[in-house]
């Protein structure tokens, strides 16, 4: 069989008619796949924000809690230190109170003598 250019255009035309229905029915499926990838991008591009956003407000609660901390922890540095010099003082004048109460013993022995 040998071709003529005729059908060889023939055929092609047939080829391009069968390409231009392809792509006027395929942008169609394709139409709705790209508007449920974008669909996908935008609630996919909410929720990192609301993610993001949410991060934010955690690391300043963290930061907040820090500072708390570093606050409660340098009162009772200071209650301890408060606490300890009162207890120096308290033993400090019970011996006071001991030895006098000792020498008052003592020199009461040594008028009943």
């Not at 499926?29 to 669909?39: G, I, S, T, V, W």
């Not at 606050?71 to 001991?98: N, V, W």
Request: charged share 25%; hydrophobic share 40%; with cysteine.
């Amino acid at each position: 069989m040998h071709r003529t250019p005729q059908s060889g255009l023939r055929l092609g035309g047939w080829g391009a008619l069968v390409l231009v229905a392809a792509i006027a029915l395929l942008p169609g499926c394709y139409a709705k796949r790209f508007k449920r990838l974008d669909l996908s991008l935008a609630v996919l591009s909410e929720r990192a924000d609301s993610l993001a956003a949410e991060q934010a407000r955690t690391r300043a609660e963290l930061a907040e809690t820090r500072a708390q901390v570093t606050s409660h922890e340098q009162t009772m540095r200071s209650l301890r230190a408060g606490t300890q010099t009162s207890s120096e003082e308290l033993i400090g004048r019970i011996e006071q109170l001991e030895s006098r109460l000792e020498d008052q013993s003592q020199q009461l022995n040594d008028l009943a003598g």
